[in-house]
C-alpha cells in the first residue's frame, strides 16, 4: 500500500460565502481523500489525508479549479503525519478574533492585471490599481483594526469614484483600503540622482523603460522597498550593477515578464509554476536551461550557478514596466551589501547614491521594509528559505504556553517572532545585524510587532551566543531572558514547522553556532525528548586557524581538518590546493597558531566541512558570500548519479584519545578522517570534480543514517543552513527512508538562520533545553 501524508492548508482571501467549502468537499472526495474542512475568522483550514501524490494534485487543483467567485489572498500548505481520518466532512464553523491578523501584500490579481491594460477602464496604466483581493497590506499597515486612516494610505483622500466603490458591498472594491485611481491616488515621478523631478505618470514610466533599454541602473520605489532594476541580458549593465552594489558574485535575483518567457529558460515543475503566479509570487529557484534565444539572461546574473532565482510582476508598476520591456529583468534589492533594503525615496537619493541612473519613485509612503520571498521546491514540496514579502507575518501556530514571549533570533538572516494566543507570527527577513543599518531596522521591527499587536513581551528568547546583538538587545531590555542553545532553536523550529512533538532525533548542521561547552558547533545531533535534548554526536571537532577568519577563507578550514589528522607536517605538501594557496611566511604563521592554540577555535561545523573539502577539491580558497563554497560543492554534483560514497566512521571517541562513550554520555564522534584521506587521493588521481562532490555529499549521508541507526529514534528532523542543499536534503530523506526512519525538513520556515527565531519561541513553550553539560566537554585530548 501506498504511504499516507497528511496536508494542512490554510487558505484566507474571499473564500467565505462563495461556495469554497462544498467545492473542498468535492474536489477532496474526487481524489478519495479523507479528512475535514472548516471556516473561522482567521480563514478556511482544511486538513485532507491520503497517497502523496493525490495530496499534490489536491493543493493545485484547489486554486486552480476554485468557485469563480472564491478569491484566494494567501494560501500556505504542509505536509504532516497522518491521523487517520475515515472519511471527509464539513465540520462546523468556528467564530473567533479577526482583528489580530494582518495579512501578508498580495500580488497583482487578475481582474486588477485586466484593467490596467484595458484602454477603456478609468485605471489604465494606473501603476497603484488594487482591490479588496489583492494589493498591499503589510508593508502599508500602520496600526490594527486594519482601515485606511491606519495606513500609509491615509493622506490620499478617496475621489467620489472610489469612495463609491470602497463602499458599495457588490464592487470588488468594497473596503479596499488601499483603493484609488489617477485621479485620487499616489502618482509616479522619476527623478535624476540629485533628486530633481524629470516626468510624472506615464512618461516617467517610458522614461523607467527607456534608462533600462540602454543599460543603465533604475532604482525602483517598488512594494516592500527599493529595487535595482537592469536589463539581465546585458552582461555589460549586471557587472556594472555588481560594481555599484558591492556584490561580486553573489546570484541576482531576476523577474521576467511571463510565466512563458521563465520557461523558456529555466525547467517549470506544475509545483513551481503554481508558487510563480501564486499571492505569494516569491523568487523561486529554478533549474537552468542551457538554450540560448535573444532574452537569454547574461552569464553575469548568477555566475557558475545553474539555478536561477525568478520571479514574475507583482506590482501594478511591475506588470507595466516589464510588459513595456518585454524581456528579463535583475530585480535586485536596493541596498549596499548586506544592508537593510531601503524604503524611502528621499532617503534613496543618498543610501542609494552612485548607484542609479534614475530613480523612479511614488508617493505612497512605505511602512515597513518587506524583501522579495525566497522558495525553492524540494521533494515536492516547498521550502522557504527566506520569508518575507507573500509569507510575513502569517502565523505557525506554537504552543500557548509561549503566549508573551517575544523570540529576536540569531545574528545573520535575523527574524524576529511575537507568541500570541497560541500563534508565532514571525517577522519577515530583516538581514545580517552586522552594520547599524541592520540593527536599528531589528530594533523597529519589534517596536512595529509591538504596536501592531498590542504586545508587551513577559520574556524575552535570545540565542546562548552572549555577543549577538540580538542577545545583547535582550540582556539590556530588563525582562527575564531564556537563554536558547543555537542548533536545539533549529531543531524545535524545524518541528514546529512540521506541528512534530518528541521525541526526535535532530540533525542540526550549519556554519556556525555556540554550544554549551563554549566551543563552535555545526555539526551536531541532538536527541529532543520531552525532559530536554542531549547532543548524542557530532562531527569529530577540528581547530579553526583564525577563528572568524575561516568563515571567508575555506582553506582555512582545510588547513584544521589536515592538521586535525596529521599534524604540523601538511604545512609541508605543497600538492594540496589549501597549501599553496599561502606564501611560505603564512603557513609558519599558521602552524604555529595552530601548535600553539591561539586564535584557533574548536569547531564541529559541518559548514567548515563543506568549506574544506571544497577547498581541497580546490573549487574555492575564498568566498565572496555567506555560503559560496558549500553552494559550488553542490553544484559540481550537476546530473552526476553515483551511489559511491567515502567513508565517514561513528566512533565512541576521538581516535588517539581515551575517556567515555556514546553510552556513557559522550557524544559519538562522527570521524571523516577517512572521509578527507580518499578525497584527497581522488583529487590527486583527477577524478572529476562532480564524482568527488558526490562521494563527499553521499558519505556524510551515510553517517547521518549510521548515527540515526545507533541512537534509534525512529523521528529524524533535518535542519539547519547546510539543508539548503538540495541533493543533501533529498538524499539524506531518501536513505533514511529506506532504513526505516520517518524524517521531517522544513516547509514554511527556512531551515536557516531566518527560523531560529520560531525555534525559540518552541523552546519556551515546551520548555526543552540542553541538558547535562558534561556531555559535551571539549577536552584538550582531542588535539590529535
Ligand atoms: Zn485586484
Ligand atoms: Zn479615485
Known amino acids: 500500500m501506498e504511504p499516507t501524508e497528511r496536508v494542512r492548508v490554510v487558505v484566507r482571501g474571499a473564500v467565505q460565502g462563495v461556495g469554497f467549502r462544498p467545492f473542498v468537499y468535492r474536489l477532496a472526495t474526487r481524489h478519495g481523500l479523507s479528512g475535514w474542512v472548516l471556516n473561522s475568522a482567521a480563514g478556511v483550514f482544511i486538513e485532507v489525508e491520503g497517497p502523496p501524490d493525490h495530496l499534490r494534485t489536491f493543493v493545485l487543483d484547489l486554486e486552480r479549479d476554485r ?373 536599528a531596522a531589528f530594533e523597529r521591527v519589534i517596536a512595529a510587532f509591538g504596536g501592531l499587536y498590542r504586545f508587551e513581551p513577559r520574556r524575552i528568547a535570545c540565542d546562548a551566543h552572549p555577543d549577538y546583538l540580538s542577545s545583547v538587545y535582550a540582556r539590556s531590555a530588563g525582562k527575564p531572558i531564556v537563554e536558547v542553545q543555537h542548533h536545539l532553536a533549529h531543531v524545535l523550529s524545524c518541528m514546529a514547522d512540521n506541528a512534530l512533538s518528541a521525541p526526535v532525533l535532530g540533525v542540526s548542521w550549519d556554519g556556525t553556532g555556540l554550544g554549551t561547552d563554549g566551543t563552535i558547533w555545526g555539526g551536531e545531533f541532538l536527541r529532543v525528548t520531552r525532559e530536554g535534548a542531549a547532543r548524542v554526536a557530532c562531527l569529530r571537532p577540528f581547530r579553526l586557524p583564525g577563528g572568524d577568519a575561516a568563515v571567508r577563507e575555506p582553506r582555512r578550514s582545510a588547513l584544521g581538518v589536515l592538521f586535525a589528522i596529521d599534524g604540523g607536517a601538511v604545512f609541508d605538501r605543497e600538492h594540496l590546493a589549501p597549501v599553496a594557496a599561502w606564501t611560505p611566511a603564512e603557513r609558519r604563521a599558521l602552524r604555529s597558531s595552530l601548535e600553539s592554540a591561539v586564535n584557533a577555535p574548536w569547531t564541529s561545523s559541518a559548514g567548515r566541512l563543506f568549506d574544506a573539502a571544497a577547498a581541497l577539491a580546490n573549487l574555492r580558497q575564498s568566498i565572496r558570500f555567506e555560503g559560496q563554497a558549500a553552494m559550488e560543492l553542490e553544484f559540481a554534483l550537476d546530473r552526476i548519479e553515483t551511489d559511491d560514497a567515502y567513508l565517514v566512521t561513528v566512533r565512541d571517541r576521538v581516535p588517539g584519545t581515551g575517556g567515555g562513550d556514546g553510552s556513557l554520555g559522550r557524544p559519538l564522534i562522527v570521524d571523516w578522517e577517512p572521509l578527507v584521506r580518499s578525497l584527497i587521493a581522488d583529487v590527486q588521481q583527477k577524478v572529476p570534480r562532480g564524482v568527488v562532490a558526490a562521494r563527499f555529499h553521499n558519505g556524510l549521508v551515510e553517517a547521518i543514517v549510521e548515527v540515526a541507526r545507533r541512537v534509534g529514534e525512529p523521528r529524524v528532523v533535518l535542519t539547519g543552513g547546510c539543508f539548503q542543499n538540495r541533493y543533501l536534503t533529498e538524499r539524506a530523506v531518501r536513505r533514511l527512508g529506506e532504513a526505516g526512519f520517518r524524517t521531517y525538513w522544513h516547509q514554511r520556515v527556512p531551515p536557516n538562520d531566518g527560523g531560529i527565531a520560531l525555534g525559540q519561541l518552541a523552546a519556551v513553550a515546551w520548555k526543552i533545553g540542553i541538558l547535562d553539560s558534561r556531555q559535551s566537554t571539549v577536552d584538550s585530548r582531542w588535539s590529535g
Open 67 to 439: 468557485p469563480p467567485r472564491a478569491v484566494i489572498q494567501s494560501l500556505e500548505w504542509a505536509v504532516l503525519d497522518p491521523v487517520g481520518y475515515d472519511r471527509f466532512e464539513i465540520r462546523p464553523s468556528v467564530g473567533g478574533e479577526t482583528t489580530a491578523l494582518v495579512l501578508p501584500d498580495i500580488a497583482t490579481c487578475p481582474d486588477c492585471v485586466r484593467e490596467l491594460f484595458d484602454r477603456t477602464d478609468r485605471r489604465f496604466r494606473y501603476p497603484f490599481a488594487n482591490c479588496t483581493n489583492c494589493g498591499p497590506r503589510y508593508s502599508i499597515i500602520l496600526a490594527l483594526p486594519y482601515d485606511r486612516p491606519s495606513t500609509t494610505m491615509a493622506g490620499f483622500a478617496m475621489c467620489e469614484a472610489c469612495r463609491a466603490e470602497y463602499t458599495n458591498p457588490e464592487d470588488r472594491r468594497f473596503h479596499a483600503q488601499p483603493n484609488a485611481c489617477p485621479a485620487c491616488g499616489p502618482q509616479l515621478e522619476t527623478w535624476t540622482p540629485d533628486g530633481r523631478v524629470l516626468a510624472g505618470a506615464d512618461q516617467a514610466l517610458a522614461e523607467a523603460a527607456r534608462v533600462v533599454r540602454g543599460g543603465g541602473i533604475v532604482a525602483l520605489k517598488g512594494l516592500g522597498g527599493f529595487q535595482l532594476v537592469t536589463d539581465a541580458r546585458s552582461a555589460e549593465a549586471v557587472h556594472r550593477l555588481r560594481d555599484v552594489k558591492r556584490r561580486e558574485q553573489k546570484p541576482f535575483a531576476l523577474m521576467f515578464p511571463t510565466l512563458e518567457s521563465i520557461a523558456e529558460q529555466c525547467d517549470v515543475s506544475d509545483a513551481e509554476a503554481r508558487l510563480l503566479t501564486s499571492p505569494e509570487s516569491p523568487i523561486v529557484l529554478l533549474g537552468r536551461r542551457t538554450g540560448t534565444g535573444a532574452n537569454a539572461v547574461s552569464a553575469e546574473a548568477a555566475p557558475g550557478n545553474p539555478t536561477l532565482g525568478v520571479m514574475l510582476p507583482y506590482t501594478p508598476l511591475h506588470h507595466l514596466l516589464l510588459a513595456d520591456l518585454g524581456f528579463p529583468v535583475v530585480a535586485t534589492s536596493g541596498n549596499v551589501a548586506d544592508e537593510p533594503i531601503c524604503t524611502d525615496e528621499r532617503e534613496s537619493l543618498t543610501r542609494l547614491r552612485g548607484m542609479a541612473d534614475l530613480f523612479l519613485v511614488h508617493d505612497r509612503p512605505i511602512a515597513r521594509h518587506v524583501d522579495d520571498s525566497i522558495v525553492r521546491v524540494v521533494l515536492d514540496r516547498e521550502l522557504v528559505l527566506r520569508r518575507a514579502r507573500g509569507f510575513a507575518p502569517l502565523p505557525v501556530p506554537i504552543d500557548p504556553s509561549a503566549d508573551g514571549t517575544l523570540a529576536v533570533g540569531a545574528h545573520l538572516k535575523n527574524t524576529v517572532a511575537v507568541a500570541i494566543g497560541g500563534n508565532g507570527f514571525v517577522s519577515q527577513h530583516i538581514g545580517d545585524l552586522e552594520t547599524r543599518e541592520a540593527f
